[in-house]
C-alpha cells in the first residue's frame, strides 16, 4: 500500500529541491546593490513610523476592508448569475438578503463618514 504513495513522495522532494536551488540561485546570482530607497521600510504608503504607539488614520484600512467585502460580492454574484435557473426562487432570496445586508453595511458605512477624505 506504500508503494502508491510513492510518486507523491518523489514529486514533493522534486518540488522542494527546484525550490531550494531557485532560491540559491538567486542568492548566488543576484546582485547586491544596496542604496537608502531599498533599505528602507515600506509599509502601506505610509514613511516609515519613528514610534510604534504614534496615532494614524485609518481610513485607508476602512476603505480597503470595504474593497474586499465588496470584491467577494461580485465573486460570489458571478456563480450565483451562471446558476440562477437550477436554484429557482430560494437562489433568488437569499442572494437578495445577501446583497441587502451589504448594501446597509454600505449605507452604515457612508453615513458615519467613513468614506470621506480631508
Known amino acids: 500500500?506504500?508503494?502508491?504513495?510513492l510518486p507523491i513522495l518523489i514529486?514533493?522532494?522534486?518540488?522542494l529541491l527546484v525550490g531550494a536551488v531557485m532560491i540559491a540561485m538567486g542568492?548566488?546570482?543576484g546582485?547586491?546593490?544596496?542604496?537608502?530607497?531599498?533599505?528602507?521600510p515600506y509599509e502601506c504608503g505610509f514613511e516609515a513610523f519613528e514610534d510604534s504607539r504614534m496615532k494614524f488614520d485609518v481610513r485607508f484600512y476602512l476603505v480597503a476592508i470595504l474593497f474586499i467585502i465588496?470584491?467577494?460580492e461580485i465573486a460570489f454574484l458571478f456563480p450565483w448569475a451562471?446558476?440562477?435557473?437550477?436554484?429557482?426562487?430560494?437562489g433568488y432570496l437569499s442572494m437578495?438578503?445577501?446583497?441587502?445586508?451589504?448594501?446597509?453595511?454600505f449605507?452604515?458605512?457612508?453615513?458615519?463618514?467613513a468614506l470621506e477624505w480631508e
Open 1 to 5: 500500500m506504500l508503494e502508491n504513495y
Open 70 to 72: 465588496f470584491d467577494l
Open 11 to 15: 514529486f514533493v522532494c522534486v518540488g
Open 96 to 105: 437578495a438578503l445577501f446583497l441587502g445586508i451589504l448594501v446597509i453595511g
Open 107 to 113: 449605507i452604515y458605512e457612508w453615513r458615519k463618514g
Open 31 to 40: 546582485t547586491r546593490r544596496p542604496d537608502d530607497e531599498k533599505l528602507s
Open 27 to 29: 542568492f548566488i546570482l
Open 82 to 90: 451562471v446558476a440562477l435557473n437550477g436554484i429557482g426562487m430560494v
